[in-house]
């Protein structure tokens, strides 16, 4: 047995993640899981082992032992951190379902979240909630293969990256609600549980229904549903098993594998294909190999919005109303929740403006003096080529800006190719380490564009962003230290979670049940069979807990 007051060995993975990763880590409490919930895992673990050493990938077997995870009792935290370290993972325990961009981020970093939780008796085959069955016994064993560990760091560093909605981040919730309520152990009557079960059913049918273009993160979150969580590999009539989700399903490990399950090969074409957590899948992808994974991930990141960039990467952000990031042409970054922008004739962007706090950065490093609390009032401004001028205004040196009359406090008034105009007081500029503008402060400044007023002296500096077009827009900030990103989920204004996991509260009864399991565990564990105890204990079972096949199961595995 685990003694409940260890701590999980410190791994240089976690010491390494920011706050606002550390903040979605808890304690396993250990000393919480039953005798009952020990049984749950031997018995899954002991089915899952025998049958999936034919049909898992070969990795599957030699990665629980690399792992650290035995078939007999559930994992701990410090077990498991202590020898994950030695293929360069790590693993917290966390509550439940996170923020798919958090998931992705803690992947990026080489590190397995692990849901601490147990599915209960009832749900012994499948649950949609995350628990340690799915994440240590299904996530972890793969790592092993080093194609596979790199494709999954990889993925977690592309996905951190993607664009979500506000829609997206609806259906978070009423799945991780539903989740939850299956999982609910309480005391409250059953109907009242199955109408709420009910409800969070309908809720989601109803966001499924809602016709929405999907966002970025929408659709690298098929991609991973049908790899990391539901993937085969090989061929498509003989693939093997490498999704958590089927390694740690009694059921599904096997039925995925009938004709009725239609295989399909794995193609970007996955990422259009939305999922039912709720249910068994109809269809699977099979990839020929772990390196196809990586190819369709490299094929999907080409389209994003991260390495896109222009008038539809930031029309992304602006749309997700979230906390993210453009790109200029400089390298300078720009993260704030975006409002507005304007484009020209040919849809390129001219104009941008930010609410609320903003931060400049370049390379992920924020700019000293132009963080949150110097522009927490918003950003803004014109970009693009001046007009009459063939040299962009990043590639100017200093003789280049004199010969344009461009004097540090001197007046200057100058015009974009698309028409903005700018008038004010030159006070001076910021290279970047190649030497190139990539800001010009200017105050008594007035900006204007056809008949509008963009930016006024009553405004305070502007300080105007050099650079010809957006070369990339992402979710999130490009210096996580600009934020105080504690407790910060998109879409903005919301804070932590609404739904929380909740604490087992048992009755006297299932108090009985547990009481037997753990005497069933103590004789195994001393090795002191009593035939004439274990057959009047069964007995006592069948009479009066008929429910509890696992403990008949566990008495006869004993008297055997």
Request: hydrophobic share 40%; glycine share 6%; proline share 4%.
């Amino acid at each position: 047995m685990k003694n409940a007051s260890e701590k999980i060995v410190s791994n240089p993975l976690i010491d390494r993640l920011p706050p606002h990763l550390k903040q979605f880590i808890k304690p396993q409490n250990y000393e919480l899981y039953t005798a009952q919930d020990q049984a749950v895992w031997r018995h899954v673990m002991h089915k899952n082992v025998e049958y999936l050493s034919q049909v898992a990938h070969g990795s599957y077997l030699n990665g629980l032992k690399k792992t650290g995870i035995s078939i007999d009792e559930i994992p701990s935290m410090y077990g498991m951190n202590r020898i994950l370290k030695d293929i360069g993972w790590a693993a917290v325990a966390v509550d439940g379902f996170i923020p798919p961009a958090a998931f992705m981020e803690f992947q990026a970093y080489k590190i397995l979240v692990i849901a601490a939780d147990i599915r209960q008796f009832e749900n012994i085959e499948y649950t949609p909630a995350p628990d340690i069955i799915h994440e240590a016994a299904g996530h972890a064993p793969i790592i092993a293969s080093p194609d596979y560990a790199e494709y999954l760091r990889r993925f977690g560093e592309v996905g951190s990256k993607a664009i979500s909605s506000a829609h997206d981040h609806d259906v978070y919730e009423a799945v991780r609600e539903l989740s939850i309520l299956k999982e609910l152990r309480s005391d409250q009557e059953n109907h009242e549980l199955q109408e709420k079960i009910k409800n969070a059913e309908a809720r989601i049918v109803e966001l499924q229904n809602k016709k929405v273009a999907p966002s970025e993160m929408a659709l690298i979150r098929n991609l991973h549903w049908w790899t990391v969580e539901y993937g085969l590999v090989g061929t498509l009539d003989n693939p093997k098993l490498y999704g958590a989700g089927l390694l740690s399903s009694i059921g599904e490990s096997k039925s995925c594998l009938d004709p009725e399950v239609e295989k399909r090969p794995y193609t970007i074409d996955a990422a259009y294909q939305d999922f039912d957590i709720t249910r068994k899948q109809p269809h699977l992808y099979v990839t020929p190999d772990f390196a196809q994974l990586s190819e369709v991930l490299e094929e999907f990141a080409n389209t994003m919005a991260v390495r896109k960039g222009g008038y539809r990467g930031l029309q992304k952000l602006i749309d997700s109303k979230s906390l993210g990031t453009i790109e200029l042409s400089t390298g300078l970054q720009v993260s704030g929740v975006f409002k507005r922008m304007i484009k020209n004739e040919d849809n390129e962007v001219i104009f941008f403006a930010t609410q609320g706090k903003t931060a400049l950065a370049y390379r992920d490093k924020e700019l000293i003096g132009h963080g949150a609390a110097t522009h927490k009032n918003g950003f803004l401004s014109p970009i693009g080529k001046l007009k009459g001028i063939n040299l962009a205004i990043e590639d100017m040196g200093p003789r280049d800006l004199q010969a344009y009359n461009f004097y540090d406090n001197e007046r200057i008034e100058f015009t974009f190719e698309s028409g903005i105009r700018v008038e004010g007081l030159n006070v001076t500029g910021m290279r970047n380490i190649h030497g190139k503008l990539i800001l010009i402060q200017f105050t008594d400044c007035t900006v204007t564009y056809k008949d509008e007023i963009l930016f006024a002296p009553s405004d305070g500096m502007l300080n105007l962003a050099v650079g010809k077009e957006i070369v990339s827009a992402f979710a999130g900030p490009a210096d996580h230290h600009s934020f105080d990103l504690i407790f910060h989920a998109v879409p903005a204004g919301r804070q932590e979670s609404d739904t929380k996991t909740i604490k087992p509260q048992y009755s006297k009864r299932e108090l009985a049940i547990h009481e037997l399991y753990h005497k069933l565990r103590t004789y195994r564990e001393d090795d002191k069979i009593n035939v004439s105890v274990l057959e009047k204990m069964k007995l006592q079972v069948m009479e009066h807990y008929p429910e509890q096949w696992l403990l008949v199961h566990e008495i006869d595995e004993l008297l055997q």
